[in-house]
């Protein structure tokens, strides 16, 4: 299994970049390969005092940024630290690649690039969002502002496969992000996607989930379109951010509350742990061809190496194997 890791993605790259890896590899036992420019690659291992024989680096003479337009950077810049990095992955089903950087640019990659599974329509990106009883799976996030029911169906398919396999969750329950229960509620989108992934076999459908349901944990897995996932993405970080600001100012009232804060401390720790989007690291982008991982563009050293942990189970569970043989079983039910 080869990791490789953009090593110039991301807002914090490389420093961050090359942290995260260096922890990585020497938690996880494995060798890494980062894609960049070598000179700021290598200062950045020299100042950690990395081991040079844990790390194999790919020199790049261009960076693709977030004003990047995704698919013209793709095809232009072809020394980029990203686009090196796609072509490591295409054709090999034991590599997979950890990036930070833009992911409109990653995306178009993966389909450029890379290519999607056989029978798989269109990709989708996955978050891992923390919740009160349990996380629950989002897809897809953001990749395809507009679907097809059949693009939907797919989506169940492969979170249902990744959330048993990298996740651990046995027989996970899949909802279908609607405004409301009954099946016959939502656009004739939703309307006829409820139709096609309740005649999935092997998948655990319970029906449509309004939104005030989400926090709760309802089910595993969430699909909807990526245009109304990147909105529930983005209000649920805010809203997390929101109540952490209020959860403070109310902790800092007065001497009463400040001693009562000292008593929560721990508690509050453990809480600020679960929301923390660093120790989930990061989430396939499903449906491709290949092994790819993106990390929250604001990624820490934490993030990068969680994100790392998560392309190795993502490798070592199988996957993308897994995701064609699906595909290729539920025949006519997904096409």
């Given at each position: 299994?080869?990791?490789?890791?953009?090593?110039?993605?991301?807002?914090?790259?490389?420093?961050?970049?090359?942290?995260?890896?260096?922890?990585?590899?020497?938690?996880?036992?494995?060798?890494?390969?980062?894609?960049?420019?070598?000179?700021?690659?290598?200062?950045?291992?020299?100042?950690?005092?990395?081991?040079?024989?844990?790390?194999?680096?790919?020199?790049?003479?261009?960076?693709?940024?977030?004003?990047?337009?995704?698919?013209?950077?793709?095809?232009?810049?072809?020394?980029?630290?990203?686009?090196?990095?796609?072509?490591?992955?295409?054709?090999?089903?034991?590599?997979?690649?950890?990036?930070?950087?833009?992911?409109?640019?990653?995306?178009?990659?993966?389909?450029?690039?890379?290519?999607?599974?056989?029978?798989?329509?269109?990709?989708?990106?996955?978050?891992?969002?923390?919740?009160?009883?349990?996380?629950?799976?989002?897809?897809?996030?953001?990749?395809?502002?507009?679907?097809?029911?059949?693009?939907?169906?797919?989506?169940?398919?492969?979170?249902?496969?990744?959330?048993?396999?990298?996740?651990?969750?046995?027989?996970?329950?899949?909802?279908?992000?609607?405004?409301?229960?009954?099946?016959?509620?939502?656009?004739?989108?939703?309307?006829?996607?409820?139709?096609?992934?309740?005649?999935?076999?092997?998948?655990?459908?319970?029906?449509?989930?309004?939104?005030?349901?989400?926090?709760?944990?309802?089910?595993?897995?969430?699909?909807?379109?990526?245009?109304?996932?990147?909105?529930?993405?983005?209000?649920?970080?805010?809203?997390?951010?929101?109540?952490?600001?209020?959860?403070?100012?109310?902790?800092?009232?007065?001497?009463?509350?400040?001693?009562?804060?000292?008593?929560?401390?721990?508690?509050?720790?453990?809480?600020?742990?679960?929301?923390?989007?660093?120790?989930?690291?990061?989430?396939?982008?499903?449906?491709?061809?290949?092994?790819?991982?993106?990390?929250?563009?604001?990624?820490?050293?934490?993030?990068?190496?969680?994100?790392?942990?998560?392309?190795?189970a993502y490798m070592e569970n199988g996957v993308l194997e897994r995701i064609r043989s699906a595909v290729e079983s539920a025949g006519e039910d997904i096409r």
């Amino acid at each position: 299994m080869k990791v490789i890791v953009d090593g110039m993605g991301g807002d914090f790259a490389p420093r961050e970049i090359v942290k995260g890896s260096l922890t990585a590899a020497r938690e996880y036992g494995i060798k890494i390969v980062i894609t960049g420019d070598s000179v700021r690659l290598n200062e950045e291992l020299g100042k950690l005092n990395a081991p040079k024989d844990i790390f194999e680096i790919i020199h790049t003479s261009e960076v693709i940024t977030m004003e990047d337009s995704p698919v013209k950077a793709i095809r232009s810049k072809k020394d980029s630290s990203m686009v090196k990095g796609l072509e490591m992955v295409r054709g090999n089903a034991d590599t997979v690649l950890v990036s930070a950087g833009s992911t409109g640019a990653l995306l178009a990659g993966g389909l450029l690039k890379v290519g999607r599974i056989k029978g798989i329509d269109r990709p989708a990106l996955t978050s891992l969002l923390p919740f009160r009883k349990k996380s629950t799976l989002l897809l897809d996030m953001g990749a395809n502002t507009e679907c097809k029911p059949v693009n939907l169906a797919q989506f169940a398919l492969m979170g249902t496969i990744y959330m048993e396999n990298v996740l651990g969750r046995k027989n996970p329950t899949v909802g279908l992000l609607n405004i409301g229960t009954e099946e016959t509620k939502g656009t004739e989108l939703y309307k006829n996607a409820y139709q096609m992934i309740s005649k999935l076999k092997n998948i655990n459908f319970v029906g449509n989930i309004e939104a005030r349901d989400v926090p709760e944990g309802a089910v595993d897995i969430l699909v909807c379109d990526g245009f109304t996932g990147n909105i529930v993405l983005k209000y649920t970080e805010g809203l997390a951010s929101s109540l952490f600001a209020m959860l403070k100012d109310a902790m800092t009232q007065n001497a009463v509350s400040k001693l009562a804060a000292l008593a929560l401390k721990p508690s509050l720790k453990q809480f600020k742990k679960k929301m923390d989007y660093t120790e989930i690291g990061g989430a396939p982008l499903l449906g491709i061809n290949g092994g790819i991982i993106k990390a929250h563009g604001s990624s820490n050293a934490t993030a990068i190496k969680n994100a790392i942990r998560q392309g190795i189970a993502y490798m070592e569970n199988g996957v993308l194997e897994r995701i064609r043989s699906a595909v290729e079983s539920a025949g006519e039910d997904i096409r």
